[in-house]
Structure formats: C-alpha cells, structure tokens
C-alpha cells in the first residue's frame, strides 16, 4: 500500500509538473510574441501565475512523495485541502450568480453589514459594465468572432445556424427590418428602421463595431456565460471528486511515511 500511494501521488503530481512548464511556456510565448494583439498578450500573466503556483505545487507533492519527506507532503496536503475549499465556494458562488430563482432569492436578504449583496445582477453589473465590455468587444474583433459566419447570398446565409450570440452581435435586430448585403454587411432602408429601437441605430457595417455595443449583444453574451458556467458545474464536480481521491490518498501515503520511519518532527 506504501508503494501504491506514493506512487499514485508521484504520477499525478508528475503530471501537474508538465502541465505547468506547458503553461509557462504558454503564458512567455504570448508575452514575447510581437504579432499577437494586445488581447492575445493579456492571457500572459493568467497563465504565468497559474504555471508557477502548479509547479511549486507539484514539486512539493513530488518531494513528498517520492523522497518520503512528510513534511513537504504536509504543505501539499494542506494546499490541496485549500483548493478543495476553494472550489466549494466557487461552486456555490457559480450558483448564486448563474441561478437566477437562488440569486433573487438571496439578493438584499440579511440585516445591516451582514446583509447579502444584490447576486441576481452580479454578472450584468462586474462584466457587461462600461469599465469591461470594450475589453470584450475588442478580443471579439481582434479574434474575427462574427467573420466566422459563412458568407454568401441571403438564402444560404439564413440556412446557417446562428448562435444567440452571433445573431445578437453580429446583426442588426431582425425587427429593424435592414436588408441583408452579406453576412456582416447590411444597409437600412430609406424611410428608416421598422421599429424605433436604439439597438437598431447602433448598428454599424464597421467590421469591428457591428453590433457589439448593442443591448441585445451584451445580454445575449451574459446569457452565454451563464449557460457556460453552468457546463462548467459538472466538469468542476468531476474536478472535484478527483481532487477528492488525490487528498485521500495523500493521506494515506503522509500515514504510511510515519508508520515506516520517515516521519521526521519539525518545530
């Protein structure tokens, strides 16, 4: 059993290690990289923090494991026992912002400072706001989102499944009536817009305007991130349950150290 776990936690851990030079590879590449726009460099720090907190990470599971060194596993250990904590409360944090019955249930609820905060518009109000949104219209131009879309006459273009957030961002409103030229061109016709709508004035056959300061566009986009979060939940409960078994096993491999002899006091 000694053998099993602390190989498993070496294998796991060996894993993590390339994993995060991968990261840090990724994260100096895109910092370096002269072409890549400045939405593309932004990625280099996300991934150079990453990279570096796995690998410190790794190698003290490495240690651990593979030297039997217990006090090393007891850092790992108590790390991993913080990551599971932290996703818990990422879990119900997802919840609360991505629910909307559970986040109007909870918003303003409580008394005085011990008051919840308004979680039903948490997502509309920290990422869809003035300070945010021309960050994420810009990556969406600079990454050719809505050039995407196949180009051609208006009886194959409307043969194409648009996503909600294509068909928010990247046309004009089907309700202002604009008559198609191709997939991210449109013309409005002479006597105005069919229907006296702010989304339809904003529109724009600039390739990296279009509609992406439309309202439809920003609501679509936060409906987006909600449906992805809520994906997100199951992947994060496998993540979960695996993080789960490597604490568990740690655990054992930390009480097979001891119970051999390796376990060293420190002060």
């Not at 566009?217 to 449906?227: D, G, P």
């Not at 930390?254 to 060293?264: A, D, E, I, W």
Request: one cysteine or more; a positive charge.
């Amino acid at each position: 059993m000694v053998r099993v776990s602390n190989f498993l936690i070496s294998f796991v851990n060996l894993l993590t290690f390339v994993l995060a030079i991968m990261a840090i590879a990724i994260g100096i590449w895109s910092k370096t990289e002269e072409s890549k726009s400045l939405c593309q460099k932004a990625i280099y720090m996300p991934f150079l923090i990453f990279g570096a907190s796995l690998l410190v990470f790794s190698l003290m599971g490495l240690v651990g494991s593979c030297c039997r060194a217990s006090f090393f596993l007891w850092i790992y250990l108590f790390f991993l026992f913080l990551f599971i904590v932290g996703m818990i409360c990422f879990s119900v944090f997802t919840i609360l912002v991505t629910n909307k019955s559970v986040g109007k249930a909870l918003s303003g609820k409580g008394d005085d400072d011990a008051k919840f905060g308004d979680w039903q518009h948490w997502l509309e109000k920290h990422v869809v706001n003035d300070k945010h949104w021309g960050d994420i219209k810009s990556c969406m131009a600079t990454f050719k989102y809505c050039q995407m879309i196949p180009r051609g006459k208006s009886a194959d273009f409307y043969k194409y499944s648009l996503s909600v957030t294509q068909s928010s961002c990247c046309k004009p409103p089907t309700y202002c009536g604009f008559e198609f030229q191709n997939a991210t061109h449109w013309t409005m016709p002479k006597a105005g817009p069919a229907v006296p709508d702010s989304d339809c004035k904003t529109w724009s056959n600039v390739q990296n305007e279009l509609c992406f300061n439309c309202q439809s566009c920003k609501s679509s986009f936060l409906e987006s991130i909600q449906k992805n979060w809520n994906k997100f939940a199951l992947i994060n409960f496998c993540i979960f349950v695996f993080i789960i078994v490597i604490y568990s096993v740690g655990c054992c491999a930390l009480r097979n150290n001891r119970s051999k002899g390796y376990y060293k006091p420190y002060p």
